[in-house]
């Protein structure tokens, strides 16, 4: 009798996945063809073309036209965006694989075939991070959901990089937990460059780390920092200045949503202070949470990371909607901890439910901020809501959250 050769069903594996990148690339391509837009990707990619073809410096005003005029057809007006790189320079090095073709639509088709594959990696390490094993077809739900859900297909469409970021925030926990320190730190780097949504979880991170002893977390993001920085000013020395100076512009140019600014459309006098009195109660809910998760196991230093997350918008930080794609994470958390206080019949029914709300009402609060864009009560649903149903739902929980049951009879209780 014939045994089939190992190598055979790795050929098989390997063709199978090849066919799936191909016609993902092929199907993005066509959509960036017919859909024009990925203003981000759109400055990095010629950024990174004008680096390969000419030698100049990305951050230059030859390559800031050459931006304005493929985005508008011509130079921008003083009230419109300029189109600077705003990337760092280390970064923006990884653009340079999809800059090698001078078609744009063919390399968004990449870039978005990237995002996807990184949205459904998030998803898997995502139930790694919380130990949840659900059925084979509540897995193929949950991980197709991470690519539908409105506050993940927002920044895939508009190729944010941001989507990266909450993927090496999961991959940091889960090295953490295993305890990968060197690799935890190095992918401390992606979501340090992003303050606006990951900033206080970073000095979640920094804070329990230095608590812990855990030097080893510090010491692998400052040598992958100073290596990336070493090439970058080896590569391009002038770099960091006209960095900065797009940076400048691109936060002038992308404002984002505050608590503040919210309430104060609903109410101008006092809503702006409404806004502080919240900012100053959730830092001292923070203050007291990360003081509670002090020798602590790693449950506990998990919700708590995720009640960072989840707290961030609520701080006065300017945020946009496609930023809460790190807000998987928290939303995992939560259905994983409302899955253990219940029996097994119960829970996985609840389970289901909550993914269809969750599902259905994002994109029906975001329909209808597109039909209603100057209503502020849309604008509230969209960008306060989310985070503010996961805060609500994991202190819900947080007692079986920070003390998971220890017998069989416990959920039932």
């Known amino acids: 009798m014939f045994r089939s050769h190992p190598i055979i069903p790795l050929i098989i594996t390997s063709l199978i996945l090849l066919s799936i990148i191909g016609g993902l690339v092929w199907v993005n391509t066509l959509y960036a063809q017919n859909h024009p837009g990925g203003k981000d990707f759109l400055v990095s990619w010629l950024g990174?073309?004008?680096?390969?073809?000419?030698?100049?410096?990305?951050?230059?005003?030859?390559?800031?036209?050459?931006?304005?005029i493929v985005y508008y057809g011509r130079l921008a007006n003083a009230d419109e965006d300029p189109l600077r790189l705003f990337v760092p320079f280390p970064i923006e090095l990884f653009f340079i694989p999809f800059a090698l073709t001078s078609n744009y639509a063919l390399a968004r088709g990449f870039w978005m075939t990237l995002l996807e594959a990184a949205l459904v990696a998030m998803g898997y390490l995502s139930l790694r991070l919380t130990v949840w094993k659900p059925s084979r077809m509540l897995l193929t739900i949950i991980l197709i959901f991470s690519i539908l859900w409105v506050y993940d297909y927002i920044?895939?469409?508009?190729?944010?990089?941001?989507?990266?970021?909450?993927?090496?925030i999961t991959g940091l926990l889960l090295a953490i937990r295993e305890e990968h320190d060197e690799l935890a730190g190095a992918l401390m780097l992606l979501p340090f460059f992003s303050p606006e949504i990951a900033g206080i979880f970073v000095l979640f991170i920094v804070w329990w780390t230095i608590y812990h002893r855990r030097w080893r977390?510090?010491?692998?993001f400052l040598m992958t920092l100073v290596i990336l920085c070493a090439i970058g000013f080896f590569l391009l020395p002038g770099w960091f200045k006209p960095f900065v100076n797009g940076l400048i512009s691109h936060l002038i140019f992308t404002q984002g949503l505050t608590t503040g600014i919210i309430l104060g459309s609903w109410w101008p006098v006092i809503g702006p202070r409404l806004g502080w009195v919240l900012t100053v109660f959730i830092l001292l809910d923070?203050?007291?949470?990360w003081r509670a998760v002090r020798n602590k196991d790693f449950r506990h230093f998990l919700w708590t990371a995720c009640i960072s997350l989840a707290a961030t918008p609520f701080l006065g930080i300017p945020v946009?909607?496609?930023?809460y794609v790190v807000l998987f994470l928290p939303l995992?958390?939560?259905?994983?901890?409302?899955?253990?206080?219940?029996?097994?019949?119960?829970?996985?029914?609840?389970?289901?439910?909550?993914l269809v709300i969750f599902f259905l009402g994002s994109w029906f609060l975001s329909g209808y901020l597109w039909l209603r864009s100057t209503s502020s009560t849309s604008i509230l649903a969209l960008t306060l809501l989310l985070p503010g149903l996961i805060l609500i739902g994991l202190y819900w929980m947080r007692w079986w959250a920070i003390r998971p049951p220890r017998t069989w009879s416990d959920p039932l209780q």
């Not at 920044?155 to 090496?168: A, C, H, R």
């Not at 923070?286 to 949470?289: G, K, V």
Request: glycine share 8%.
């Open 48 to 68: 990174a073309r004008t680096l390969l073809q000419y030698g100049n410096n990305p951050y230059d005003d030859p390559a800031t036209q050459r931006a304005q």
């Open 286 to 289: 923070l203050f007291i949470e």
């Open 217 to 220: 977390v510090l010491g692998g």
């Open 320 to 323: 946009l909607p496609q930023d």
């Open 155 to 168: 920044p895939l469409i508009s190729n944010q990089s941001v989507i990266f970021v909450g993927l090496s």
């Open 332 to 354: 995992v958390l939560f259905l994983v901890i409302l899955g253990e206080r219940w029996s097994h019949r119960i829970k996985w029914g609840l389970t289901y439910l909550v």
